[in-house]
């Protein structure tokens, strides 16, 4: 028998109490609060499930189970587990005394089912003019950072997004975790890998970046940037390698900006931080914020906003180029509106004729001027 059928058998048994939620499509991630409460992402929204470890030491069993088969450790010594499962699904558990209550487990399983932009449509997450005008954005190598919080679908937009990339461009992909599987026949994966226990094979996402500017990209993009890996990203966004993407955490554009220049100054290059804020200014053309509404589940594209630089006080100079607009409710409760153009027309509005790509021009010619 295959190592990997080995441990799918074992995964199995361990994880039975589990067994019909990793089995459902419908449940995008599994929360083990300790060994006896389960709660479900299902639609968006969280459900209190009866499902329930027989003890602690059972949870205990799985999660080591799940450990020693990506080689690495988890106890009270080394607290936090990060791993990833033979169908892709992204596990992260805190053993105590980190955990106060008991062993937590979270599952964030992998969609076979890739969302392309056509199914955010469908959705209602995004609008025709707003995805003609992404698509058209991508083809001018325009930055894009995707904005958002824990569970709003970062990801799966930028794997949506990508889609638009021109299929004869050479792309590396940087990921913590490997989640985004690009439709471009010319792809390279690279994922970070922790130590084993001694201390030996670890590669950062920023090494990997290093890395990355040697392989010829056209473009580059970082799954989400965490920490001094940003600075790197920012100056070969500068230095040429336009039209990369990447994801961060942040609830709005303006704070999206913020947070990737304290990121940029958490690398061990000490440059003062006017220096920072000018770089991320100069790099980042367009925010993509998107947001996951509790009270329906529902996850749209809320902004889209360009950066333009700074200003006399040295501060972000932004423009709304599109805006989420509710319209009231269905008979479900669901949210209903569109994301709608604010009238502003970006810096960049003749690029499109400059480049011969207005042939792509069909519903979103307001934005755009010869």
Same mark, same amino acid.
């Given at each position: 028998?295959?190592r990997?059928?080995?441990?799918?058998?074992?995964?199995?048994?361990?994880?039975?109490? $589990?067994?019909?939620? =990793?089995?459902?499509?419908?449940?995008? !991630?599994?929360?083990?609060?300790?060994?006896e409460?389960?709660?479900? !992402?299902?639609?968006?929204?969280?459900?209190?499930t009866?499902?329930?470890?027989?003890?602690?030491?059972a949870?205990?069993?799985?999660?080591?189970? @799940?450990?020693?088969?990506?080689?690495r450790?988890?106890?009270?010594?080394?607290?936090?587990?990060?791993?990833?499962?033979?169908?892709?699904s992204?596990?992260?558990?805190?053993a105590?005394?980190?955990a106060?209550?008991?062993?937590?487990l979270?599952?964030?399983?992998?969609?076979?089912?890739?969302l392309?932009?056509?199914?955010?449509?469908?959705?209602?997450?995004?609008?025709?003019?707003?995805?003609?005008?992404?698509?058209?954005?991508?083809?001018?190598?325009?930055?894009?950072? @995707?904005?958002?919080?824990?569970g709003?679908g970062?990801?799966?937009?930028?794997?949506? =997004?990508s889609?638009?990339?021109?299929r004869? &461009?050479?792309?590396?992909v940087?990921?913590?975790?490997?989640?985004?599987?690009?439709?471009?026949?010319h792809?390279?994966?690279?994922?970070a890998?922790?130590?084993?226990?001694?201390?030996?094979?670890?590669?950062? #996402?920023?090494?990997?970046?290093?890395?990355?500017?040697?392989?010829?990209?056209?473009r580059?993009?970082?799954?989400e940037?965490?920490?001094?890996?940003?600075?790197?990203?920012v *100056?070969?966004?500068?230095?040429?390698?336009?039209?990369?993407?990447?994801?961060?955490?942040a609830?709005?554009?303006?704070?999206?900006?913020?947070?990737?220049?304290?990121?940029a100054?958490?690398?061990?290059?000490?440059?003062? /931080?006017?220096?920072?804020?000018?770089?991320?200014?100069? +790099?980042i053309?367009?925010? #993509?914020?998107?947001?996951?509404?509790?009270?329906?589940?529902?996850?749209?594209?809320? *902004?889209?906003?360009?950066? $333009?630089?700074?200003?006399?006080?040295? /501060?972000?100079?932004v423009?709304?180029l599109?805006?989420?607009k509710?319209?009231?409710?269905?008979?479900?409760?669901?949210?209903?509106? !569109?994301l709608?153009p604010?009238?502003?027309?970006?810096?960049? +509005?003749? &690029?499109?004729?400059?480049q011969? @790509?207005?042939?792509?021009?069909?519903q979103?010619? +307001?934005?755009?001027r010869?």
């Amino acid at each position: 028998m295959l190592r990997e059928a080995v441990f799918d058998a074992s995964l199995d048994y361990f994880l039975s109490p $589990l067994r019909d939620f =990793l089995a459902d499509d419908s449940v995008t !991630e599994i929360m083990v609060n300790g060994h006896e409460q389960v709660f479900v !992402e299902r639609g968006g929204q969280l459900e209190q499930t009866t499902a329930r470890f027989e003890s602690a030491d059972a949870l205990y069993s799985a999660v080591q189970n @799940i450990a020693q088969w990506v080689g690495r450790e988890i106890s009270a010594q080394r607290p936090v587990l990060d791993a990833r499962l033979p169908n892709g699904s992204r596990v992260h558990a805190i053993a105590p005394p980190a955990a106060k209550t008991g062993l937590y487990l979270t599952i964030r399983k992998f969609s076979r089912d890739l969302l392309t932009l056509d199914d955010l449509l469908r959705y209602q997450s995004i609008s025709p003019i707003a995805k003609e005008f992404l698509e058209i954005c991508v083809r001018l190598r325009k930055n894009t950072l @995707i904005s958002g919080g824990t569970g709003t679908g970062k990801t799966s937009l930028l794997n949506a =997004l990508s889609a638009a990339i021109p299929r004869e &461009e050479r792309v590396v992909v940087i990921e913590d975790t490997s989640e985004l599987k690009l439709r471009q026949p010319h792809c390279l994966y690279l994922e970070a890998q922790s130590p084993d226990p001694h201390g030996r094979g670890g590669v950062t #996402v920023r090494q990997l970046f290093v890395s990355s500017l040697r392989m010829r990209p056209d473009r580059i993009i970082v799954g989400e940037v965490r920490a001094g890996e940003a600075l790197d990203m920012v *100056q070969s966004m500068i230095s040429g390698h336009a039209g990369s993407m990447s994801t961060v955490h942040a609830s709005n554009p303006r704070d999206a900006v913020v947070r990737l220049e304290t990121l940029a100054l958490m690398s061990d290059i000490e440059i003062p /931080q006017l220096i920072a804020r000018a770089q991320v200014a100069s +790099a980042i053309h367009l925010i #993509v914020q998107i947001s996951r509404f509790t009270d329906d589940g529902s996850r749209r594209i809320t *902004q889209i906003t360009e950066v $333009l630089g700074l200003d006399e006080h040295n /501060q972000y100079q932004v423009q709304e180029l599109f805006r989420f607009k509710m319209r009231g409710r269905d008979a479900s409760g669901r949210r209903q509106g !569109e994301l709608e153009p604010t009238g502003a027309l970006p810096s960049f +509005a003749s &690029e499109p004729y400059l480049q011969g @790509i207005e042939d792509a021009i069909i519903q979103s010619e +307001a934005l755009w001027r010869a």
